[in-house]
């Protein structure tokens, strides 16, 4: 459960700060000065997030760890592996489904779109 809310929130964190970047490199140079002072520092304090989210999730790692060692004593090596191959899986599942969400989103807009046009 833990390793599902940390890469949620790495995931959610380096899209906001992606939209943010975006957005200011977008802003032309007559853009009010306010406007850049508030994007960068949302961006400084995204950036600061997706850092402590970096941390979190490498304690997650060592906790899963820790966790792995003592499943190892109890479970035979069939299932022991069955495990291993679970938990490796998870986060890179969870990071396809959050991109197929994203291209979803991301079509559902651009149908919107094109019905606004036409």
């Known amino acids: 459960g833990d390793l599902d809310k940390v890469v949620n929130l790495l995931l959610s964190l380096s899209g906001r ?8 490199g977008s802003l032309g140079p007559h853009a009010p000065a306010e406007d850049k002072v508030a ?3 949302k961006q400084r304090l ?3 997030q997706l850092e ?3 941390e979190l999730k490498e304690h997650v790692g060592r906790r899963e ?4 060692a003592m499943v190892a004593r109890y479970l035979p090596a069939e299932h022991l592996q069955d495990y291993q191959h ?3 899986m998870k986060s890179a599942l969870i990071t396809e489904q959050r991109e197929l969400e994203e291209k979803i989103r991301l079509g559902q807009e651009q149908l919107r779109c094109l019905h606004e046009s036409l």
Do not use: I, P, Q, S
Not at 17 to 24: P, S
């Open 65 to 68: 760890e820790a966790v792995g």
């Open 86 to 88: 679970f938990v490796k």
């Open 52 to 54: 402590d989210a970096k």
């Open 46 to 48: 995204l950036a600061a």
């Open 17 to 24: 700060l992606a939209r943010v970047e975006t957005a200011l």
């Open 39 to 41: 994007l960068r520092e």
